[in-house]
C-alpha cells in the first residue's frame, strides 16, 4: 500500500534533515523584484550542511505493480532510492522480516477512489498485523473512521487530523508478542 511513494519519500528526508523541495528547479518568488539570489544560495548551502545519514532502510510495497513502478520513479526522482527500497508484495501475505521494533505507516484506501469492501480490508489489515507483526508499531492515515472499527485493534493513540477537506484520524496499534498483558508482566522468579 505504498502508493505513489510519498510517504516513504518523506520518511527518508526527514530520517536525513533534507531540506523540502531541494530539487526543485524553480520558485516562484524567484521572479520577485527583490529576490536576492546569493542570499538564497546561502540559506541552502547553509541547509545541505546540515544533513545527516541514515543507517537503515526504509522500506515500502505494493501489489499494484503500476503503483511500485511510480513508487520507485518517485523515489530515484527525489535521489532517495539509496534508502528506500520497494517491492511488488501483498501486504496480507507479508511477515515481519526483522528483529526488533518495527514501525509502520498506513495510508489505506478510504473508499473515495477505490471500489472494495471496507469492512474485510481493514479487518485483514488488523488480522495480519496481529498474526504476523509482533513488536510493531502501526499507524494509519484514513478519513474512513468507520472502517477503523473493523481493524480489531485497540489504538494506543488518536490524533485528529485533516488531508486537504477530509476530516482524518492518525491512529496507532501497538502489536506485543504474545498479550500486553503479558508484557508487562515480571517474568523472574
Known amino acids: 500500500m505504498c502508493g505513489s511513494g510519498t510517504i516513504l519519500a518523506e520518511a527518508a528526508m526527514i530520517a536525513c534533515n533534507v531540506p523540502a523541495n531541494i530539487n526543485r528547479k524553480e520558485f516562484g518568488f524567484e521572479k520577485w523584484k527583490d529576490w536576492d539570489a546569493e542570499l538564497f544560495d546561502n540559506i541552502m548551502e547553509s541547509l545541505l550542511k546540515k544533513t545527516r545519514e541514515f543507517h537503515y532502510t526504509i522500506t515500502g510495497y505494493d501489489k499494484a505493480p503500476s503503483a511500485v513502478s511510480k513508487a520507485k520513479d518517485n523515489v530515484r526522482n527525489a535521489n532517495l532510492d ?7 508484495e501483498n501486504f496480507f501475505d507479508s511477515k515481519k522480516e526483522t528483529e526488533g521494533p518495527l514501525h509502520m ?7 473515495e477512489r477505490l471500489d472494495i469492501d471496507m469492512e474485510r480490508f481493514y479487518r485483514e489489515i ?64
Open 126 to 189: 488488523g488480522d495480519t498485523l496481529k498474526q504476523n507483526y509482533p513488536n510493531t508499531n502501526a499507524w494509519f492515515i484514513t478519513a474512513n473512521l468507520e472502517a477503523l472499527k473493523f481493524v480489531g485493534l485497540k489504538p494506543s493513540r488518536k490524533i485528529k487530523l485533516f488531508n486537504g477537506k477530509l476530516e482524518a484520524r492518525l491512529v496507532k496499534y501497538e502489536m506485543y508478542e504474545g498479550s500486553k498483558k503479558g508484557k508487562y508482566m515480571n517474568t523472574e522468579e
Open 105 to 111: 505507516v498506513f495510508n489505506p484506501p478510504y473508499g
Open 82 to 88: 539509496e534508502y528506500i527500497t520497494i517491492t511488488n
